[in-house]
């Protein structure tokens, strides 16, 4: 499993916390988070499964360059994972923005979103 990204949620810009992110890529790449106190609990969201990504940066974490991002997914247990605290996270974003792209690709994917007006034709003819 080749990991391409990886960090921890930061306090005051430093990464001083038992709660450590990474982005996987492969065969099947996903998103971790992993928190560490006296328990192990580990959460993941594989890419394919991604609908949307918010990134959320309060005045406090511009202040110290970090920033949360919100992972939307069709998973059942973790339908919203967030990424808190991290550092350069526009960057972050746009690496598993990419990265969910790839997977959908490989996966033969397509998106389709649900409008409101049924009828509506896209390009081609189809309809949605």
Known sequence: ME???KDRKRHLGLPISFTKYSVTGGE???VFR???LFNLKEEEVLLYRVRDLTL???FGQR???VGTIAIHSSDQTTPTLELVNVARPKDV???IFNKVE????Q?????TELLDDPGIEMDGGEEV
Do not use: Q
């Open 3 to 5: 990991i391409l990204w």
């Open 93 to 95: 974003k746009e690496l």
């Open 107 to 111: 996966r033969r994917m397509r998106t």
């Open 34 to 36: 992993e928190t560490v």
């Open 56 to 58: 959320i940066r309060s």
């Open 63 to 65: 202040i110290f360059g």
């Open 28 to 30: 099947n790449p996903r």
């Open 102 to 105: 790839e997977a959908k690709a």
